[in-house]
């Protein structure tokens, strides 16, 4: 690999080491420290990703128009900012603001990092794409278990160490990104791809199809919210609940060789692949239910993440096959607002289930909602199987 890829490696591992060591305990942080219900949580998270949605948008056509290195250094100055009022105003109701003002600043950065990581490497594929994927889970796994160890002696550590793996993620921007050409790459979203999409049983069939992805998405990120607190109630630490997260993204870096090689027998029935990750998180929700100690706990993440592997990398395989050419970017634009829609919509929707009816009504409805993707994954592709059957006899 080029070594302006190992720089980017090297930038995209520091920051989401960071980020993490935050977001898997901001639940926690606005539940228990600023006494606030699990609904208001929700609330704030959907903030933050929604302003991460407009900062993806906002920093791709800022690449566009002066480059990455300069949209990349903006994102995190804004970020840096954001972290020095939290560390500084960590109180309510302040903690929105900057909470939301992360959400767009870190928007900005990840356009300007993937376009980055393809223009130094075009030769390279997908594979510079995947080593920039590996880097984050391994920032996940760094990050979510220092956080716990940090936290469990203050969180106003949190938003000071949060902040300075922003500051050298900074300083690696400044001295190691300047002399990348980014102009060759183009970035483009949902927004800016405005042609007409000619097929439209293809299109349908994705938005089908993401209508399953979206509900998984609803599920995951309850780990990162309503069951983070649950896991309090279960009087289980910070640290302890960190580690889930440092055992997901370990999972994930250094369980790929052994998923790659249980799913060979279907890696190209990638409807199956997706139904039986959706099956895995049903099983991860029922665990959790009756997880009582923290090795429960334990077994329901790693389930999870089994799942995770699953369907996260099949669904934009299925829509950049799906796309036209020409239209690949319009089709993944959709795939990625469907799962930042479905972390808005998840952490606000779990906060009011348990909020109202406890954790068990929350968890019989992530199963059930885990069904209804499954019926739509089934069924994504029939028009498109009526099609082809009436072209091959024609």
């Not at 302003?51 to 948008?57: D, E, M, T, Y």
């Not at 794409?129 to 990050?143: K, W």
């Not at 990625?336 to 972390?343: F, M, Q, R, V």
Request: overall charge positive; proline content about 3%; hydrophobic content about 55%.
């Amino acid at each position: 690999m080029p070594r302006a890829l190992w720089l980017l490696i090297i930038g995209m591992t520091v920051n989401v080491t960071g980020s993490s060591f935050l977001w898997p305990l901001n639940t926690i942080y606005i539940h228990e420290h600023l006494g606030k219900s699990l609904t208001v949580a929700g609330i704030v998270l959907m903030l933050n990703a929604a302003a991460s949605v407009i900062g993806n948008l906002f920093g791709g056509g800022l690449f566009d128009k002066i480059g990455g290195y300069k949209s990349m250094i903006l994102g995190i100055s804004i970020t840096i900012i954001a972290l020095l009022g939290l560390t500084l105003w960590p109180g309510w109701p302040q903690y929105i603001f900057f909470m939301t003002l992360v959400g767009f600043g870190s928007g900005i950065v990840f356009p300007a990092m993937y376009a980055m990581a393809g223009s130094v490497w075009k030769e390279g594929g997908r594979r510079a794409f995947n080593a920039i994927y590996v880097a984050q889970n391994l920032g996940v796994a760094i990050g979510a278990a220092l956080g716990g160890v940090v936290a469990s002696y203050s969180f106003q550590l949190i938003f000071i160490a949060n902040g300075a793996m922003y500051l050298l993620f900074m300083m690696i921007a400044l001295f190691g990104y300047r002399s990348i050409d980014s102009k060759a790459a183009k970035q483009t979203n949902v927004l800016q791809e405005n042609g007409a999409v000619k097929n439209h049983t293809k299109l349908y069939a994705l938005l089908i199809l993401a209508i399953g992805y979206l509900l998984a998405w609803v599920g995951y990120v309850q780990w990162q919210t309503t069951i983070a607190a649950y896991t309090r109630e279960m009087n289980i630490s910070l640290n302890q609940y960190s580690i889930l997260w440092t055992i997901n993204g370990a999972l994930i870096v250094l369980g790929q060789p052994i998923v790659n090689r249980l799913i060979k027998p279907f890696q190209n029935k990638l409807k199956l692949q997706i139904i039986i990750g959706m099956v895995i998180f049903m099983i991860s929700y029922a665990v959790a239910a009756g997880a009582h100690v923290f090795l429960g706990f334990i077994a329901g993440m790693m389930i999870l993440t089994i799942g995770e592997m699953l369907i996260w990398p099949a669904v934009p395989t299925i829509a950049n096959d799906l796309a036209p050419k020409g239209r690949e970017g319009f089709y993944q634009g959709i795939v990625n607002s469907t799962a930042t829609g479905g972390k808005m919509i998840g952490p606000l929707m779990g906060g009011i289930l348990v909020d109202l009816y406890g954790m068990s009504m929350l968890f019989s409805v992530l199963i059930a909602i885990m069904f209804i993707g499954i019926f739509t994954t089934v069924i994504y592709d029939r028009k498109l199987k009526e099609a082809h059957k009436i072209t091959a006899s024609a």
